[in-house]
């Protein structure tokens, strides 16, 4: 049996929510320049003091705020949480179906502040790319069972497929910045079902 929090322990965890609240809803107004510590603190009922008792900074704050709103079912599929007996391209379909669904979480409008701060701040910049690098392992090992069970072609390079995904996710975020108009659910997992069975193609061989 698991051991329960002590009391210290469930005061830091609320205090840590608190904070990610306050920081998302913050970040979101004003962007990563135009957001203080001490108006996150102020917005989460606490002092600038418990920012620094959680988090090392203000990058580390925004990128932890961005997973907090994320979306929960594609970062679960992420981290390896899934039904054991799917296949890998109907993950891989799952997620790419996802990108035209509504955005309610404020992850997306968070992860493109994460973006363009990331243009001046090079810490930020760096945190960024270790975060998207966690998602690439997790990507890449999706591709690689789809490669061993053959529903991918072993030779398709499997940096550049989750290059694509990185791409195109990113490119459906840039879209929602300025609203503009996506493709219905149906006709984009056409896209994507088609997409995942060309993968599976593999190329004739030259005749020599």
Do not use: N
């Not at 799952?94 to 669904?101: A, D, K, N, Q």
């Not at 955005?103 to 243009?119: K, Y």
């Not at 497929?161 to 990185?166: A, D, S």
């Amino acid at each position: 049996m698991a051991d329960r929090p002590t009391d210290q322990e469930a005061a830091g965890d609320d205090t840590r929510a608190r904070l990610l609240r306050a920081a998302a809803d913050v970040f979101a107004e004003r962007g990563y320049a135009g957001a203080g510590v001490a108006e996150i603190a102020r917005r989460a009922g606490l002092t600038t003091g418990a920012i620094y008792s959680q988090f090392a900074d203000k990058s580390g704050l925004l990128l932890e705020a961005i997973d907090a709103v994320s979306t929960h079912e594609v970062r679960a599929v992420l981290q390896g949480t899934r039904p054991p007996h799917d296949r890998a391209t109907d993950i891989l379909a799952t997620i790419g179906s996802h990108l035209v669904e509504p955005a309610d979480d404020g992850g997306q409008s968070l992860l493109l502040e994460a973006f363009v701060a990331a243009r001046r701040d090079p810490e930020l910049a760096a945190m960024l790319r270790q975060r998207i690098g966690d998602q690439d392992g997790w990507l890449a090992k999706l591709v690689d069972e789809a490669k061993a069970d053959g529903t991918v072609d072993p030779a398709l390079d499997t940096d550049a497929i989750v290059t694509l995904c990185h791409s195109i996710a990113l490119g459906f975020l840039l879209f929602r910045s300025i609203e503009r108009e996506l493709p219905s659910p149906l006709a984009w997992r056409g896209v994507i079902d088609r997409l995942v069975v060309a993968a599976a193609t593999y190329p004739p061989q030259m005749e020599t």
